[in-house]
């Protein structure tokens, strides 16, 4: 059984700072959740409030409907998983797992019963007798996700498990992770500086920086359709050109730049005179002339060539270059270094957004 989680103007304040600042969302029962930002941004903080270990300077967290205030971690429907998985190396497997059914006072059969029912669920049937040492990374972390599954919790919290894994076995626990909350149906609540974990396993993410929700919604929207600069330069790679708004209405947006007039979508409806920023992902920008309004020229500083796909490095505003990602099979000519290119995009993938702190500031 799964429970929705609600946070109802949660504000968290350490002293005079203010690590989370009236976060409101509703996370649904049996949702893949993920709070994703850069370190400090009150990701951590949020998921230590949901599950008992910090009290909200102002608001409340609901699970399932009731109100936590006053609830501690240990009364909670929740179980966290942390970063360093916290597994104890002089137990079995096995006694890992049901370590916490052992403190509730559950009798050893029934221990056993449900140590091997998980066991089969992560995949490692037979190896509850296995020490912790005996196991790779990725088995550890799959017992940690076992242990907190034994107490049946109806919210599952995990604080970046898989941060200290090699890329492979990363990318390999993503659709693990994925697979088992699917198989178990519970509510996940996943906190990650990691886009593509993010990306690839959330049903929606939550986008967090200096303690503010920036946007929620699910992976495609908040990569096609950020709502906020930051956003737009903290998910995936993108190219910002800063400047003023010369045209606009409902749909559409001219920004004058230092790169010359270019236009994109104008979701906000920002009007003539609006500091904005045009945003154009590099996989949305190809070598080559196209309309006046969203081609620009520049030299190129550099030519990576990555197997799949090759990057040109044009020479941008400041520290940030421009960035232009060719793809192995196509026709475009790769210019060399020192030559000056031009751009181009599609208008709808160039996007409009008002002028504010970006990521990496």
């Known amino acids: 059984m ?3 989680v609600e946070l109802d103007h949660v504000t968290v304040r350490f002293g005079e700072f203010t690590a989370v600042d009236n976060a409101t969302l509703d996370i649904k029962g049996g949702e893949f959740f993920s709070f994703l930002g850069p370190s400090g941004c009150g990701k951590t903080t949020i998921l230590r409030t949901v599950s008992g270990f910090l009290d909200p300077s102002e608001g409340m967290v609901k699970i399932g409907g009731q109100n936590m205030t006053g609830i501690g971690p240990n009364k909670r429907p929740t179980a966290l998983i942390f970063q360093n998985l916290a597994l104890f190396p002089l137990m079995t497997v096995a006694e890992n797992i049901t370590y916490g059914l052992r403190v509730r006072g559950v009798d050893k059969t029934a221990r056993t019963k449900k140590a091997n ?21 990725g088995q550890k972390q799959r017992v940690a996700i076992a242990r907190a599954l034994a107490v049946q919790p109806k919210v599952l919290l995990l604080d970046e498990p898989l941060s200290a894994l090699d890329l ?6 993503r659709s693990e992770l994925r697979s ?3 198989m178990v149906g519970i509510t996940f609540i996943y906190i990650t500086h990691d886009q593509g974990e993010a990306l690839t396993m959330s049903d929606r993410i939550a986008v967090m920086s200096d303690g503010v929700i920036q946007q929620v919604a699910d992976g495609k929207a908040v990569y096609d359709d950020p709502a906020t600069s930051f956003v737009a330069s903290f998910v995936g790679e993108n190219n910002p050109f800063v400047g003023i708004i010369t045209r606009a209405d409902s749909s559409y947006a001219v920004v004058d730049t230092l790169f010359g007039t270019l236009r994109g979508r104008n979701p906000k409806g920002l009007k003539v005179g609006d500091k904005a920023i045009l945003f154009v992902r590099p996989e949305s920008a190809k070598l080559g002339t196209g309309a006046a309004d969203t081609t620009f020229s520049s030299k190129v500083k550099s030519v990576a060539f990555e197997g799949n796909m090759t990057h040109v490095f044009l020479e941008g505003v400041g520290k940030k270059d421009v960035t232009i990602t060719v793809g192995r099979h196509s026709s475009a000519d790769i210019p060399a270094q020192d030559e000056i290119a031009s751009v181009t995009y599609d208008v709808d993938l160039g996007l409009v957004l008002p002028e504010g ?5």
């Open 168 to 173: 492979k076995l990363r990318q390999h626990m």
């Open 180 to 182: 088992i909350q699917r």
């Open 117 to 137: 029912e998980l066991l089969d669920l992560i995949a490692l049937p037979g190896q509850g007798d296995k020490l912790m040492s005996e196991l790779s990374g």
């Open 357 to 361: 702190k970006m990521a990496r500031e």
């Open 2 to 4: 799964s429970a929705g």
